[in-house]
């Protein structure tokens, strides 16, 4: 892992992955073709892309109960406590309409109103988590969601793998159909006989799935199309080296693409970091993964002080930020962008991926300069509440009136007019 | 205006102008432009398309001070009660940041941090509207964005209107520099020598604007693109004919594109608007663009019952909702959809669009369903705060590493494992 001496704008090294000109052909063909076909599309899809022609699309009460036999009965407790977690926290985003009232008889207010639906992707294989299942569809049930699709797509046995579908049914996911890829989008977006179409989609996916994603965006909501994840650790020398580059390493096995990043005042550190992330590295399961992504999005950047470190820190905008230092909660105050802020050496970052209850879909890709952690927010939206009464129109209407004039709309004006003349 | 009676589902029709390829590759070759020869490239663009040689990007105080002398101090006065409005509004917007303890020690929260900057785009000419700053700028500043940042394409002369400059000044804006079209979205998203790039671009403006948002988010964020606009009247008998026509026509006057709809159970008020349509239409300065708007996208829906009427709004999601109805009020919770919501006669349309305090960028095109208000939460984002103590760890510690297991990231659990290890 390279040592780099902090000087000038420091950014993580990212990729973002747009697609071929082929693969954006391909999903408007797909989206197109569900457009017409419906069922038999996804159908006829499941069958070239998941090899298994499929009689049925949604999933059956009695699969969901088969299910649960297959995961060892402890870590459904625990997935339990995690949900439970999670929608604990989650109720605390919970944001009342609220209305304001004048002597003269004027209401203004704003009403929150969550969403008719929203469609939960899952992806299938072994990137199938059902940590991804909870965040997403908790924050949707507690903002009031009524109807709540997951698709995901199946096996070659047809299924949907058992961990995926405990999880979905301790959230409360009522309607699950085997479809993945662009063809389960564009089902979710437009619908099909069997699929009623939802006003939002999220959670996580392939290339296809979010060519697909975008394609939909307008017709439909969508959530932010993440790219590879990432971390950035802030430390200073009292931090532990393994604990670190055990940090690191949990970020890089994700993937190639996964950026780790350590922001230190501290050389010593950052030697010793060095050090055990080699050593460390050597012993995963998923050591290539790790490796190659550390050598190609990794770095340890040494800045001259603590200042430097906390500006290279909202340079960077991070998704996962660790701050290891020796009080690290009066650092907070400066951080100005990160998705995840992670405080003290005990807050590892796998504590908020599976357990904590703060989401674990962040904004990726330095967005954190101006995106959130997925919310209750994003399955509720706000309508503005206007009532003036005949006084509140009389004390004011002249200068409305007055206003429309000078951006040369009549009609409002008379709009208000029409009100005023009258007795 | 057609009369129509309501039967199955409805909807409003709409125009999205997606732009032609050729308007997407002119775009494309501005912004690449920008990018390469940055203030250069502005002045260039600003003499083909503006036809005026700009020596200096930037407004000047001088220009500032001089504008006020251009607008009559009874509209200035004006301007500065409806900036209060939409400022005291907006501020009930704001939401703090928390946090949660635990006796274990657990630190759970969420960050609110304003955005570093922004952008604010007011189009030229005769749409240079200055109740479309202060609806912008506003709830940027209310949110507490520190560097506001205003770009609009100057006329001939080389001056932006009065009126805009008057309303920024009023809303607080420091930083204006003449410059529109796609080149002005190229500069506040990549930099140029001139003008600092920004972290997020809002505002209205024609299609080249509208496409060149389209190209630079993701790198900076922006705002919805505006469809053209819309509103619903829900009426029933007690609702004055006269009024419903008025303020169906101060929608249509905006744009040939603009929607205006109105949806009741009395079939006497429908032919009663359909008469004053006609005979008010007539009288504006804006017949031809309110003719051809009531004619292409103006309908009159005749429903059953008032539990029709209201399923019919919220199936039309619109930008605008006037309810006029004997008591409206007892409506609200039915109403699901919809941007923002006026409620009895004396609260005309226009009385939002500029006065009251709501902001008027609502969304259209039937995002109601997904989608909200301009708002103070438009310019924050959040960050999630976890904080786990030694005893919170030992206690979830193996739980969290299991959960890490089945999913197949033994790296997440040793991780966590690193910490439990030790004394």
Redesign the interface.
């Known amino acids: 892992m390279k040592i780099v001496k902090v000087s000038g704008d420091v950014t993580i090294k990212r990729t973002?992955d747009g697609g071929t000109e082929a693969q954006r052909e391909t999903v408007k063909e797909i989206i197109a073709n569900v457009r017409s076909n419906g069922d038999d599309a996804l159908k006829a899809y499941t069958e070239k892309f998941d090899s298994v022609m499929l009689e049925a699309l949604q999933v059956e009460q009695e699969e969901i109960k088969e299910a649960y036999q297959h995961v060892d009965s402890?870590?459904v407790e625990?997935?339990k406590?995690?949900a439970a977690n999670i929608r604990s926290?989650h109720e605390?985003?919970l944001?009342p309409s609220?209305l304001?009232t004048e002597e003269n008889g004027?209401?203004?207010g704003?009403?929150v109103?969550p969403?008719?639906s929203v469609g939960v992707y899952v992806p299938g294989g072994?990137a199938a988590?059902?940590?991804s299942v909870l965040m997403n569809v908790i924050p949707a049930k507690v903002a009031g969601v009524k109807r709540i699709v997951m698709v995901s797509p199946p096996g070659e046995d047809g299924s949907i793998p058992a961990?995926v579908l405990v999880a979905a049914d301790l959230a409360g996911v009522k309607e699950i159909y085997k479809v993945g890829g662009a063809q389960a989008i564009a089902a979710l977006a437009y619908g099909t006989k069997t699929i009623a179409p939802v006003?939002?989609i999220t959670g996580p996916g392939n290339i296809y799935v979010a060519l697909a994603k975008r394609e939909v965006f307008?017709d439909?909501?969508i959530d932010m199309i993440a790219g590879p994840s990432e971390i950035a650790v802030l430390a200073d020398d009292t931090a532990?080296a393994?604990?670190v580059a055990?940090?690191l390493?949990?970020q890089?096995?994700?993937d190639v693409r996964a950026s780790s990043v350590l922001v230190t005042p501290s050389m010593a550190l950052a030697e010793a970091v060095q050090r055990e992330v080699e050593v460390?590295c050597a012993a995963?399961?998923?050591r290539e993964i790790?490796e190659q992504s550390i050598r190609d999005f990794g770095a340890i950047y040494v800045a001259a002080n603590m200042e430097e470190v906390v500006e290279t820190v909202n340079q960077l905008a991070p998704e996962h930020l660790e701050i290891m230092t020796a009080n690290?909660?009066e650092l907070?105050g400066k951080?100005?962008?990160?998705?995840?802020?992670?405080?003290?050496?005990?807050?590892?970052?796998?504590?908020?991926?599976?357990?904590?209850?703060?989401?674990h879909v962040?904004?990726t890709n330095g967005?954190?300069?101006?995106?959130?952690?997925l919310?209750v927010?994003d399955f509720q939206?706000?309508?503005?509440?206007?009532?003036?009464?005949?006084q509140?129109?009389r004390d004011?209407g002249s200068?409305?009136?007055?206003?429309?004039r000078?951006?040369?709309?009549?009609?409002?004006?008379?709009?208000?007019e029409?009100?005023l003349k009258k007795q």
């Open positions: 973002v402890k870590l625990i997935i406590e995690a926290y605390k985003q944001r609220w304001t004027t209401i203004l704003q009403k109103t969403l008719d072994t988590y059902p940590s961990g006003d939002k307008g439909v909501d532990k393994d604990e055990a940090d390493l949990s890089a096995e994700h460390q995963l399961p998923r790790a690290g909660m907070l951080i100005r962008h990160a998705g995840a802020i992670f405080i003290g050496r005990y807050s590892s970052e796998p504590v908020g991926d599976y357990f904590a209850g703060p989401n962040l904004p967005t954190a300069r101006f995106s959130s952690p919310s927010d939206k706000k309508s503005s509440i206007i009532s003036y009464s005949e509140a129109l004011n200068k409305i009136a007055e206003f429309a000078l951006e040369g709309l009549e009609a409002h004006a008379r709009a208000v029409s009100r």
